[in-house]
Nanobody
Framework: VQLQAYGGGLVQPGGSLRLSCAAS????????LGWFRQSPGKEREFVAA????????YYEDSVKGRFTISLDKAKNTVALQMNSLKPEDTAAYYCAVGSRTILSMIRNSAGYNYWGQGTQVTVSS
């Protein structure tokens, strides 16, 4: 599976950005699609995930109510709408796909077997 993420940039605190990630693989290979982020000197952390079948969503506590993950099945694309951005949201954001992601691993990077390149999000005035 090839993943292409785009949409990062520089935004002021309180602003919004929309990240998108297109998967090349056909839908039967996709089980869970997720977003993770990593800041310099920190480990990669879970942000949000969505099930291909059923559409169940999962969020890291600090982004609940501000970020929304969604699917466009016709385009094999997962998007992350980020509102009310804060400086602490600054990071490289990575999309990921898991072909056999079980529920207990959906917030764990080890539960995903395909990764896109990062797209930088910088929140600063």
């Amino acid at each position: 599976v090839q993943l292409q993420a785009y949409g990062g940039g520089l935004v002021q605190p309180g602003g919004s950005l929309r990240l998108s990630c297109a998967a090349s693989e056909r839908t039967f290979s996709l089980n869970a699609l997720g977003w993770f982020r990593q800041s310099p000197g920190k480990e990669r952390e879970f942000v949000a995930a969505i099930r291909w079948n059923g559409g169940s969503t999962y969020y890291e506590d600090s982004v609940k109510g501000r970020f929304t993950i969604s699917l466009d099945k016709a385009k094999n694309t997962v998007a992350l709408q980020m509102n009310s951005l804060k400086p602490e949201d600054t990071a490289a954001y990575y999309c990921a796909v898991g072909s056999r992601t079980i529920l207990s691993m959906i917030r764990n990077s080890a539960g995903y077997n395909y990764w896109g390149q990062g797209t930088q999000v910088t929140v600063s005035s």
